[in-house]
Every structure is written in structure tokens, then in C-alpha cells.
Nanobody, 115 residues
């Protein structure tokens, strides 16, 4: 079983920065990808950033150039550096691990952008 625990969410001012962390524990066969998704009430969960085993990274269009994903494989950690945030970044952010054919999710961490 895989357990993902996010941390680092909170209140941040527009234009500010925040770093989210995700700690992975448990047993997996072969991680294909780890990433971050976010969701606001009434909307579908959307991709924020993802990094694959091959080192390929994908970003949602709305965060390109502002957010950056990184991994520390030795510590089983994934990070999301969020810069120049705006009100549209307000959401619950979920860590995701894809170990084919299974997807695993964390419990989510709230990020609120407000002055």
C-alpha cells in the first residue's frame, strides 16, 4: 500500500511564493510518475505538474513559468515550488503517484491566495 502525505499549504499573498511537499511511503513496483493536481469546488481535478520516471515534466498551462516540480528519489519526496501566485491558484492541492496500473492520492492540502 502507498501513502502520500502533503504539507506546506496555507495562506499566501498574491505575488508570493509557497512550497508544497509530498512524502511517499509504502511499497510500489515501479513509479512511472509523480505529480501535483488541484481542485476547486464544482470543478474537475486538474494537472498542475507532473514528472515521469524518464525525467519528463508536464505543467498545466496556467502555471507554466511560475511553478516548478522536483523530486528527491532518495527521500521519496516530491516538491512543488509555487511562485508569483494569484487568486486562481486557490485550491486543494493533491499529490499523486502513478504505479501502473494504480493511481494513489494524498489527502490534499489547502492553498489560499488572498491579501
Amino acid at each position: 500500500q502507498v501513502r502520500l502525505v502533503e504539507s506546506g499549504g496555507g495562506l499566501v499573498q498574491p505575488g508570493g511564493s509557497l512550497t508544497l511537499s509530498c512524502a511517499a511511503s509504502g511499497t510500489w513496483f515501479s513509479i512511472y510518475a509523480m505529480g501535483w493536481y488541484r481542485q476547486v469546488p464544482g470543478k474537475q481535478r486538474e494537472l498542475v505538474a507532473r514528472t515521469t520516471r524518464a525525467g519528463i515534466t508536464d505543467y498545466g498551462d496556467s502555471v507554466k513559468g511560475r511553478f516548478s516540480i522536483s523530486r528527491d528519489n532518495a527521500k521519496n519526496m516530491t516538491y512543488l515550488q509555487m511562485n508569483n501566485v494569484n487568486s486562481e491558484d486557490t485550491a486543494v492541492y493533491y499529490c499523486n503517484l502513478y504505479d501502473p496500473p494504480d493511481y494513489y492520492w494524498g489527502q490534499g492540502t489547502q492553498v489560499t491566495v488572498s491579501s
